[in-house]
């Protein structure tokens, strides 16, 4: 089983920045893709940023441009710079990810994921 614990989220002021860290621990899959995810009150969790074991990310059209992913393999860690955070950022923010993985382009679809954490509020004000 692979354990997931994101940190980072909080409240900040639209045009503010965050970071948002997964670190994974436990059984480590081979050929790891990981992601972050998001979901509103209300909406449908929605793909956010991906990326594979080679580091070729695929990002969401809505923070292609504002968000970078980036990924320690030797740490296990994922990383989520935000900047420019509008309040449509507000969500609870989701690390997540799945072995066997070779993907040239990592999906932004849930269902792929097996492994999840517990999230990460990230709250944007106007």
């Known amino acids: 089983q692979v354990h997931l614990v994101e940190s980072g989220g909080a409240s900040v002021q639209s045009g503010g920045s965050l970071r948002l860290s997964c670190t994974a621990s436990?059984?480590?899959?081979?050929?790891?893709?990981m992601a972050w995810f998001r979901q509103a009150p209300g909406k449908e969790r929605e793909g956010v940023a991906a990326?594979?074991?080679?580091?070729?990310?695929v990002y969401a059209d809505s923070v292609q441009g504002r968000f970078t992913l980036s990924r320690d393999n030797a740490k296990r860690t994922l990383t989520l710079q935000m900047n420019t955070l509008k309040p449509e950022d507000t969500a609870m923010y989701y690390c997540?990810?799945?072995?066997?993985?070779?993907?040239?382009?990592?999906?932004?679809?849930?269902?792929?994921?097996?492994?999840w954490g517990q999230g990460t509020q990230v709250t944007v004000s106007s």
């Open positions: 436990g059984y480590k899959p081979g050929a790891v893709c």
């Open positions: 997540a990810e799945v072995g066997g993985c070779y993907l040239p382009n990592p999906s932004l679809h849930h269902s792929t994921y097996v492994y």
């Open positions: 990326i594979n074991r080679d580091g070729n990310t």
